[in-house]
């Protein structure tokens, strides 16, 4: 009945869902936090006392300044604000510095900068389309979909309990993604083309932006059978967006460049002498890679195929280091993970301009650059796997078949953010909060498409479920081993090979789904 009701009072179940939210960010203020609580607060004290010629090479804390300039330009305004809480957290020789009012306004500044992320999950669900006439709000495809943007449990954690600014930073892509799909394309570009300034992980997904805007914004016609009808080329519209990104990126990196420091602006932003993988390995194929590298070297060893005393001791027992160094396969340069990279987006650009879907083959565009560049990039973090999971909740809602590839990579991707949090008080915190949304993910979109067949088949059910004795053998049962001495790793190598499989899997089933996709024929002018 209180749904009902809720459905009377038009949109006021979305208020619910935002203060809901915001309500359990706060709850989480005390919670533990990373090193990145740190790196936030050391630029805040960079911005707010050195000149802009100063900041990109200031080096006093190892957390040097290493965003993009747009981001270097909000952490200045804020830390206008923190002068009022604590001026001690302002001052770049306190390393480590926390009070509780540095803690206080850091966590605050996440939750109040997520009215942004609260803004464009709104813009979103009204983008989509509700063909199912649902009597029951809770059944509602935006209602879902509100429910699985704002209460995303690896947000929820990143944010709010490792620390982090994703949830702002997401709101800015996916209200770009919003603009796009209301054809509003001069703003959604604007929108992206700020965000890459923000924060440069987001050129992961660049590709799909510009195929799309090219083949719907700068072409604006199309033949009766979708092909492209070259002569609807507008120079205008091109020229438009070349003013927007030029704009954008003369605000941004103008001043770096007036003072002769672009190129040390970029160092600092692309740091290729960070090894392969990420202190802990991201759950990508060079996770497997490198496992598979590590069984072949302990088969060789046993086999007397290999010398025992040439093999650097570090890459049998230390386990996650950032430099692996491989033993029987190639080691990896930066040069070959850009190759793989660029050869796995391909084809998924290739659909966006051969086979136009609008704004679903986008979004789907979207989600296969996303996981490609998670899954072959350089040094990619595990927190990167949500540029992935957030879009796709998008066409989640829309088609059985894509809501079942959602549940098995947001299942292991959420799962896979787990060693973030390693600290005892907030087990039961990231159980509880992921059994929750998990739970909630796979009822509600159950029922959604409860006239068509399973989501998931019964392969990927059992994946799944093993999840559950992984995560009692981590975190209770391994601890309790003399294992536990000697090969500390072992804990984060399982999670990472086991999501590994996983992701790779949902990766592969969604490509398959989009190159082998009919392109129906009578297609409106896009």
Known sequence: QGARAMAAGGRGWFRALALGVSFLKCLLIPAYYSTDFEVHRNWLAITHNLPLSQWYYEATSEWTLDYPPFFAWFEYVLSHIAKYFDPQMLVVENLNYTSRATIFFQRLSVIFTDTLFIYAVHECCRCINGKRAAKDILEKPTFILAVLLLWNFGLLIVDHIHFQYNGFLFGLMLLSVARLCQKRYLEGALLFAVLLHFKHIYMYVAPAYGIYLLRSYCFTANNADGSLKWRSFSFLHVTLLGLIVCLVSALSLGPFLVLGQLPQVISRLFPFKRGLCHAYWAPNFWALYNAMDKALTILGLKCNFLDGTKIPKASMTGGLVQEFRHTVLPSVTPLATLICTFIAILPSVFCLWFKPQGPRGFLQCLVLCALSSFMFGWHVHEKAILLAILPLSLLSIQRAKDAGIYLILATTGH????????????????????????????????????????LLNWLETIYLIQLVPLEIFCEIIFPLT???????????????VYCALGITYAWLKLYISVLTERTPVRQKAE
């Open 415 to 454: 799962f896979s953010l787990f060693p973030l949090l390693f600290t005892t008080p907030e087990l039961p915190i990231k159980i509880l909060l992921m059994l929750l949304f998990t739970v909630y993910s796979f009822s509600s979109l159950k029922s959604l498409f409860r006239r068509e067949k399973p």
């Open 482 to 496: 003399p294992w536990k001495r000697h090969f500390p790793f072992v804990p984060l190598l399982l999670t990472s």
